[in-house]
């Protein structure tokens, strides 16, 4: 089975270091999702990516906060400086979107980078 | 604008009882809707979905959806509950029309009784 693949699956480390987490999507899928899950906030979407391009980053805290896609096998999603009230986990998901024909194939998520900063 | 409610944080229910975890949405245009689910330390897995046709929609593990219209509802049902169905589910939905993302609620836990 295809699985988007995340790394590190835990991450660990103190309040203004900088962190990058990285996702692999699934081969051939256009679109990928960043999602960050809490307690008390529940699933948030951070950015939404279609064929590589950025197309809403808006739940994104912009200053210091980034997500690219370098190629299209590769995300990244840095937090800099990083802050306490960052930790929680955060998912990538990927997804395929053809056209009106086919117009909401199901996410795919991975298993999630468990971040905490101390 | 799209949102979604899940108004139950958590639902028991004894095994081999029928289970329903209830979901509402709002949307401008016609809704896509699904249902994941979340087991611990891991990534939300799909369920089902509705996109358009029979209102009674049939996903993994013997979970069935009903889409209804006029409530705005898509709740999720199964007839005879497992303990391994324990686990966190969510309900999304998009707008048919446009290019946004799913909003998903905010999730309900389900603890199944032995």
Known sequence: DARVTQTPRHKVTEMGQEVTMRCQPILGHNTVFWYRQTMMQGLELLAYFR???PLDDSGMPKDRFSAEMPDATLATLKIQPSE???SAVYFCASGLVLDRRNPSQPQHFGDGTRLSIL | AQSVAQPEDQVNVAEGNPL???CTYSVSGNPYLFWYVQYPNRGLQFLLKYITGDNLVKGSYGFEAEFNKSQTS????KPSALVSDSALYFCAVREDTGRRALTF???TRLQVQP
């Open chain 2, 105 to 107: 609620g905010s999730g």
């Open chain 2, 20 to 22: 329903t975890v209830k």
């Open chain 2, 74 to 77: 898509f709740h999720l049902k």
């Open chain 1, 84 to 86: 306490p009230r960052d």
């Open chain 1, 51 to 53: 064929n590589r391009a």
